[in-house]
């Protein structure tokens, strides 16, 4: 089977707007309601340099992402690109990483959602777990409908999002001070560098979607645009929040539990406390939405490339429902909510763990880009852009890479035990530009389309 690249066609059905609004989702997500505050008291005023710096790391991030989706649309994502560029242990190292980043991470993000339900309602520490976990049950049952009743609800909660963020940052600024930003950098400028580790949970995303480029319908045609918009809407919504969340609330950012809550009581002069706990859910749902579509295709990829079990395999062709990997997640986030309830801990952890884990899948995702695109290409000059930083970043995680190399030893493991590794999965050829190419690894130049039958576990 042949097709030319810029008419690229998979098995899925979902549309470029779709696609931004699982972006938007995916990166945007709980960063925006409880990390401001967050770096505000780990750099005071300057930690604006850290999302500065970050909004201009995930453009070429962003892109190189992209540019390997249109290319290799496959519901292994990263886990895919790494099998190509370096092998099955490269493969199984990223798909662990990622995969079981996910619970962690869809605690801390629905713990983030409690906090703001809790300070409109009370209740308490009892509040904050059960609202957690009613999104998780949520966020489940939507993605169980399958990837296209996913990108619906996305594409609604974007818009919402975006309209009551630019809103609350309008009605805001007139109440800015520029004295707020005295002393610029209380803890020094060195605290940028803690301040951006413990901000890349905001960023983190743009991997999420590549496990869904198999779903759209014209991948090398959608994703980039996808891709652009998101990157747009992101940043400026990002910088914007984080420069008003300082600006207008001063000293109080470092102290808010809930920032964007009292950005909200002085746009609308009152007590805002329901309409943040709204705005914070549909925050938190939309991260956790895309999150889990992205892990459940990456864990039935994963099993059909026997770096997981076989039975995970289901679900890993465009446009199947992997309810079973699913459901694997969504047991696994409940088990380290109700561990992380039981011993008391912040999201603080649970942000640095998750975000080891993530950068990790950028570092070797970067990597297998600068193996796999076309030398000389724009696309090839943004991963060499990006790898420098991402492993600063991965560096500044510190201790938290505890998790990161404890998964890497855990799937290394396994497919020793396991005692062999699937064969290459059978991928359909697809003519770039007059030259076809069967796939092998490494550097070749090949494009697969996720729609296939032959599914190995």
């Not at 998964?407 to 359909?428: D, F, K, M, N, S």
Request: hydrophobic share 55%; with cysteine; charged share 10%.
């Amino acid at each position: 089977m042949t097709q030319t690249h810029p008419t690229l066609v998979s098995g899925g059905r979902m549309t470029a707007v779709q696609g931004a609004a699982l972006y938007v989702g995916a990166v945007l997500g709980t960063g925006v309601i409880a990390l401001p505050a967050l770096a505000a008291e780990a750099a005071g005023p300057a930690s604006l340099l850290a999302w500065l710096l970050l909004v201009i790391v995930s453009v070429p991030l962003a892109a190189t992402f992209a540019a390997l989706g249109s290319r290799h649309p496959d519901a292994g994502g990263v886990s895919t690109y790494a099998r190509m560029a370096f092998g099955p242990r490269a493969a199984a190292v990223v798909g662990w990483c990622f995969y079981f980043a996910v619970p962690p991470g869809a605690s801390a993000a629905a713990l983030f959602g409690g906090a703001y339900v809790e300070a409109a309602l009370g209740g308490g520490t009892a509040t904050v777990a059960v609202t957690a976990m009613l999104l998780m049950a949520a966020v489940t049952v939507t993605n169980h409908s399958g990837v296209q009743m996913a990108g619906r609800v996305q594409l609604a909660l974007a818009g919402l999002l975006v309209t009551l963020l630019l809103l609350t940052v309008l009605l805001t600024l007139p109440h800015a001070s520029v004295g707020n930003l005295q002393p610029f950098a209380p803890q020094g400028f060195t605290a940028i560098g803690p301040a951006a580790a413990l901000l890349m949970w905001s960023f983190v995303g743009w991997e999420a979607i590549t496990h869904l480029t198999g779903e759209f319908r014209r991948p090398a045609r959608d994703l980039p645009r996808a891709t652009a918009a998101a990157v747009v809407v992101v940043g400026a919504l990002y910088l914007a929040v984080a420069f008003a969340t300082i600006a207008v609330l001063g000293s109080a950012a470092a102290e808010s539990d809930a920032p964007l809550g009292e950005l909200l009581a002085v746009a609308l002069g009152g007590d805002a406390r329901w309409l943040a706990a709204g705005a914070a859910l549909l925050l938190t749902f939309g991260a956790m939405n895309a999150y889990y579509a992205g892990a459940a295709k990456l864990g039935a990829a994963l099993g059909r490339d026997g770096a997981l079990p076989g039975w995970l395999a289901r679900g890993s062709v465009a446009g199947e429902v992997p309810r079973r990997s699913l459901a694997v997640t969504a047991v696994l986030a409940f088990v380290a909510l109700a561990a992380v309830v039981a011993a008391g801990l912040g999201t603080r952890p649970l942000v640095l763990v998750a975000t080891g884990s993530i950068i990790t899948v950028y570092v070797i995702g970067v990597a297998a880009a600068l193996r796999l695109l076309p030398r000389r290409s724009r696309a090839w000059y943004a991963a060499a852009a990006t790898i420098g930083v991402v492993l600063l970043l991965l560096l500044m995680t510190g201790v938290y890479l505890v998790w990161p190399v404890a998964v890497t030893g855990a799937a290394l493991l396994y497919l020793r035990l396991r005692g062999q590794i699937a064969p290459e999965p059978h991928r359909a050829v697809v003519t770039l530009g007059a030259r076809t190419e069967q796939p092998r690894g490494g550097n070749e130049e090949r494009d697969m389309l996720s729609g296939d039958d032959d599914i190995s576990g």
